[in-house]
């Protein structure tokens, strides 16, 4: 069955260095996510991206953040100057469709931790 | 947005007993809510869901409701088997998903 796929399982970062984690979604969806989980906390939606554009961000998606489909295949979020509070497991997501009522299915993660 | 409030948080059952999980969720604009289960150390694994024109749906041993009008829905898991012992996780929107909070459930063999 396909799957998303992250890159790397763990990225460890000095705090106000740039970060890119990496991402690839099933190969016939449209719909790309990031969501954050805060360890023992909720998953909580970051960004939705559509056609190149972002769709929809949350407040936590401020101007540190950015995303990307540099190729076919790839999704990134970069995380401009990390600070000690975006230590969290980032997940990335797909859907095939995205009016909202479509399965996502979440890769692995990726667990970032900033020192 | 939308609020989505999940209980219990933890819970823990006897091998062969049922696990119901409820949540709430504030927008009644939402449409979709599906369940995800969270293993240690792995993404959330879609399990089931349902859509706002379906009151009931089921599959194998697990089986969701939805009530509309008091903007509640359940997961409700029967015949506990020791591998259901994850994390599970309702979500609910209409243009995107907010998750609960989480359960943890133990099925205690």
């Known amino acids: 069955e396909p799957e998303v796929t992250q890159t790397p399982s763990h990225q460890v970062t000095q705090m106000g260095q740039e970060v890119i984690l990496r991402c690839v979604p099933i190969?016939?969806?449209?719909?790309f996510y990031w969501y954050r989980q805060i360890l023992g906390q909720k998953v909580e939606f970051l960004v939705s991206?559509?056609?190149?554009?972002?769709?929809?961000k949350s407040e936590i998606f401020d101007d540190q953040f950015s995303v990307e489909r540099p190729d076919g295949s790839n999704f990134t979020l970069k995380i401009r100057s990390t600070k000690l509070e975006d230590s969290a497991m980032y997940f990335c997501?797909?859907?095939?469709?995205?009016?909202?009522?479509?399965?996502?299915?979440f890769g692995d993660g990726t667990r970032l931790s900033i020192l | 947005g939308e609020n989505v409030e999940q209980h219990p948080s933890t819970l823990s059952v006897q091998e062969g007993d049922s696990a119901v999980i409820k949540c709430t969720y504030s927008d009644s604009a939402s449409n979709y809510f599906p369940w995800y289960k969270q293993e240690l150390g792995k993404g959330p694994q879609l399990i089931i869901d349902?859509?706002?024109?379906?009151g009931e749906k089921k599959d194998q041993r697990i089986a969701v409701t939805l009530n509309k009008t008091a903007k509640h829905f359940s997961l409700h898991i029967t015949e506990t088997q020791p591998e259901d012992s994850a994390v599970y996780f309702c979500a609910g929107g209409y243009q995107k998903v907010t998750f609960g909070t989480g359960t943890k459930l133990q099925v205690i063999p």
């Open positions: 349902i859509r706002s024109n379906v």
């Open positions: 997501a797909s859907s095939r469709e995205g009016n909202g009522n479509q399965p996502q299915h």
């Open positions: 190969s016939n969806h449209l719909y």
């Open positions: 991206f559509y056609n190149n554009e972002i769709s929809e």
